[in-house]
């Protein structure tokens, strides 16, 4: 009887948070990125509508998204430094932090417990509790000239590790966070001239930076740390002739398909072949431009890549067995990101001077359906949230 008598009350109560938020499980959500205008829209996957839209996030130009365990909470990183909690049931920021100057992408702890972020200025990566946003620890880089070295590729590991770059002094640092007390760094300081990006293998085995002041990728294995940085690809490029770099590839969305990884080559319209049980070239696949991002579809099946200007108004679709382009789409000027639906069935793509998100059926590689968006660019779902490096 008290329990029907307090439920009854609660439902009468005027601006009940009950009646705020959605009462609805999250696992086929997401957010998507508006860049332009500082907001995100908080989407249903399944079907394909809009929920809600959040403002006040700042500069999202290159921002990204992690997840909490439990699906409820988007963590956006800005340019600007803004780390922001968002509550995608409730549609609203929970607190928001401007933790430095220019920042680039962050992670969540194995345990949830823990938010890194990346920072160019000042240099160095900070980390924050994922409940309140209190910083836990500052991890200034290695000086460089009057600054820090900007820091990039930060990635989560397992044993509740980050692992990320120094683009400057060409170095990786693995940080290890399980007493958050007393952090503990171990640090590897000849990964190479500028590394730009790192990815983290899905099983959070092997780190891997691209470096844009030399050929070849730069490989740890996280199993062995002692064994220290191995070059990967060292020869290649080396005698051909580059093209203009018009944008950094993101090594985020490398694609693993069988024992083959396929990465976005830098200058080059190229995807680079790599057999995973030596990490040897394997081939080379000739696109429409330079990639951006490689991303595979869930099932290992496809790769979908996008490209830097002046070609980035196409999508091309590889046939992972085959090696060989199998579709070219014409998905408009600016298309900028893709993000696959959990089991892969849909790849959700931003197209930004379109205004639009375009969903198409990967089956048939055929536009499923699009909405509108404002200049949108990431797409962040929320199975992210329990997948290594995400």
């Known amino acids: 009887m008290r329990l029907n008598t307090f439920l009854l009350l609660l439902a009468l109560l005027p601006g009940s948070l009950l009646a705020d938020c ?17 907001s995100v829209l908080i989407i249903d996957t399944s079907a394909h509508e809009v929920l809600s839209r959040v403002e006040g996030l700042g500069d999202l130009s290159h921002a990204s998204v992690v997840y909490s365990r439990d699906e409820r909470y988007a963590y956006v990183f800005g340019r600007d430094g803004g780390l922001t909690k968002v509550d995608i049931l ?14 680039i992408g962050g992670a969540i702890s194995q345990d949830g417990k823990l938010v890194a972020v990346s920072n160019y200025t000042p240099g160095g990566v900070k ?17 460089f000239k009057d600054k820090h070295s900007k820091t990039v590729g930060l990635v989560d590991a397992p044993d509740q590790r980050f692992v990320f770059a120094l683009y400057d002094t060409g170095e990786t640092w693995i940080l290890d966070m399980t007493d958050p007390a007393k952090p503990a760094l171990t640090r590897f300081t000849d990964t190479g001239r500028l590394p730009y990006d790192g990815l983290i293998t899905p099983d959070g085995r092997y780190y891997i930076n691209g470096l844009f002041g030399e050929d070849g990728l730069a490989l740890l294995d996280l199993w062995h740390p002692e064994k220290g940085i191995r070059r990967i690809l ?106 696959f639906t959990p089991r ?33 660019s990431g797409i962040f779902f929320t199975d992210r949230a329990h997948r290594t490096g995400l």
């Open 90 to 103: 409730c549609g609203k920021i929970v607190k928001r932090v401007l933790q430095g100057g220019n920042s």
């Open 344 to 376: 892969g069935e849909e790849v959700w793509i931003s197209v930004r001077d379109k205004d639009e998100i375009q969903v198409y059926d990967t089956r048939t590689m055929t536009l499923k359906t699009h909405f509108k968006a404002q200049k949108p």
């Open 234 to 339: 060292d020869h290649y490029g080396r005698g051909e002739q580059k093209l203009p770099v018009y944008k950094m590839p993101h090594l985020e969305g490398w694609a693993v398909a069988g024992d083959r990884a396929f990465l976005p080559a830098v200058g080059h319209h190229e995807v680079l072949v790599v057999n995973m049980r030596d990490w040897q070239a394997a081939g080379k696949i000739p696109v429409h431009g330079q990639p951006v991002f490689v991303m595979s579809r869930p099932d290992g099946r496809q790769l979908w890549v996008n490209f830097a200007f002046p070609n980035n108004d196409t999508v091309q679709v590889i046939d992972s067995e085959t090696l060989k382009v199998i579709k070219t789409l014409k998905t408009g000027k600016g298309t900028l990101h893709m993000e």
């Open 22 to 38: 959605l009462q609805r499980g999250t696992g086929d959500m997401g957010v998507i990125i508006e860049r332009a205008s500082g």
């Open 127 to 143: 980390v924050f509790s994922s409940d309140d946003l209190s910083l836990v620890a500052d991890i200034p880089a290695t000086p």
